[in-house]
């Protein structure tokens, strides 16, 4: 507790000021950047707002758990940022940071599974797409019934517990441990962060669990990955009968060991983001009216395609619907995150020094009155009337990010790598609950977020009501 108060106190406005010094304060008062932290854990789009109105176009730093962070925003800065060659600007270091996977998983396990070797596991993932578009759908509904009982009376279902279990099936036991090692990792990272660089090791052995999840783990995973291995030792990169999943398409990746421990983590790895993407979708603010438009498109096209990914882009307002949730509830209020490995200056001769991250005011952006009227409103079907106003229609995709909507990240080779496949999984997910159950909010509103710093997301005791869907109601 002494190193990291000294650590506060040194790195805070008395010792650190001068960090940075082109970059403006988000600070209130002469000691705010210790209040700064208060609100940064819980209601970090204050700041966040407050600079991104106050500095356009320019970095600006507040005080977070983790000391001065930076952020910026506007088309030129996320254009260079974007431009920046990864020896420069990475985003590699900055998620090993992020999560401390050099002292929970070890130094491989990010480098190879955010770095070189995600762009070939995403083209590999999408060419696959169609091909498990059935499997995936057979998955979703299995799962649906499994987490979600029909009945005929209004059941409360816990949402966030319940859409991770569609994300991470089949196995029961298997799907548990997915969920819980995603609970954890997020709060051992964060927790850890807060300390002195040089005792996060040692405290790590005393909270973090993540050998205790790769032992659990092994029961589900090791002679399927041990298989998986001895055959590429002795067949090389093609054999035949070699599965087309995953596990196939990491292994082909020239990764810098492959070996059952650091599969079993990129596994992990995979289901951090996926799970809390899904469950943001499931418990927005829906009125019978909105339920209602979606059934009518998701029938029409059913009824005109049947079930296939084609049919599955045509029904534009579900797609809507899930980006508006993503828009206005997304995982984080600060994405896109990079790690300056030399000093870096930008455009309007701003220096950043090394060793600092910079992120992108996501949230802020996604709340901007001028890009977003009523932004924030939800409006479900916000982007399918935009579709309609322009010709462009690929631009409102759900997985299509852009410079205004930066839900999966900017536009970059880091984009988030398993979006066309998470937004698949999202939007077969509420297809099915649309057309097979009536929804509501327990409540009047939607559950505030839990909230957290970087991490935002829905509360964990968030409920959403379900029954059987009344034909005649």
């Not at 130094?107 to 499997?135: H, K, Q």
């Not at 995953?246 to 060991?257: G, K, N, V």
């Not at 935009?386 to 997985?399: C, G, I, T």
């Amino acid at each position: 507790m002494l190193f990291t108060c000294a650590e506060i106190f040194l790195g805070g406005p008395l010792g650190n000021l001068a960090v940075e010094s082109l970059s403006p304060c988000v600070l209130h008062g002469f000691f705010g950047s210790y209040w700064a932290i208060k609100i940064w854990l819980t209601e970090p789009d204050t700041l966040l707002n407050e600079g991104y109105q106050k500095y356009p176009n320019m970095v600006f730093k507040i005080y977070t758990q983790d000391g001065w962070t930076l952020f910026t925003s506007g088309d030129a800065r996320l254009a260079e940022m974007r431009a920046a060659p990864d020896r420069d600007l990475s985003f590699v270091e900055h998620i090993n940071d992020a999560f401390q996977f050099e002292i929970t998983m070890g130094p491989g396990v990010a480098r190879d599974m955010f770095g070189r070797n995600s762009a070939n596991v995403m083209n590999t993932m999408i060419r696959n797409l169609p091909a498990y578009f059935e499997p995936v759908r057979d998955e979703v509904t299995q799962a649906c019934r499994d987490n979600f009982p029909i009945s005929d009376n209004w059941i409360p279902i816990s949402v966030l517990p319940a859409t991770a279990k569609i994300v991470s099936r089949r196995n029961i036991e298997f799907t548990d441990l997915m969920v819980s090692f995603t609970r954890e990792a997020i709060a051992v990272g964060i927790l850890l962060r807060t300390l002195p660089v040089f005792i996060r090791p040692t405290f790590a052995k005393l909270i973090n669990r993540t050998e205790l999840y790769y032992k659990w783990a092994l029961p589900h995973l090791e002679s399927m990955l041990s298989y998986r291995l001895l055959q590429e030792a002795k067949y090389g990169k093609e054999w035949d009968g070699k599965p087309n999943d995953y596990i196939s398409w990491l292994l082909a990746t020239d990764c810098e060991s492959n070996n059952v421990r650091d599969l079993v983590f990129r596994v992990f790895c995979v289901n951090l983001p996926a799970i809390h993407t899904t469950s943001n979708s499931s418990t927005s603010r829906r009125t019978p009216e909105h339920v209602e438009i979606l059934r009518e498109e998701i029938e029409a096209v059913v009824s005109q395609d049947g079930w296939s990914r084609e049919s599955l882009h045509k029904m534009v307002k579900l797609d809507s619907f899930a980006k508006e949730s993503q828009r206005l509830w997304g995982v984080a209020p600060a994405s896109s995150g990079r790690r300056t490995m030399k000093p870096f200056t930008f455009g309007n001769s701003q220096t950043v020094p090394a060793g600092r991250d910079i992120m992108v005011t996501t949230h802020a952006i996604h709340l901007d009155e001028g890009i977003y009227p009523g932004a924030r409103e939800f409006k479900p079907f916000r982007w399918a009337e935009m579709r309609v106003q322009d010709e462009k229609s690929l631009a409102y995709d759900f997985v299509t990010p852009s410079k205004t909507f930066a839900a999966f990240g900017v536009p970059s080779r880091h984009t988030c790598p398993g979006r066309f496949f998470a937004g698949m999984l999202i939007k077969q997910a509420l297809a099915y609950l649309v057309l097979n159950y009536d929804m509501k909010l327990e409540g009047i509103e939607r559950p505030r977020n839990f909230i957290l710093g970087y991490v935002m997301g829905p509360h964990p005791t968030a409920r959403v009501l379900f029954r059987k869907r009344q034909v005649n109601a």
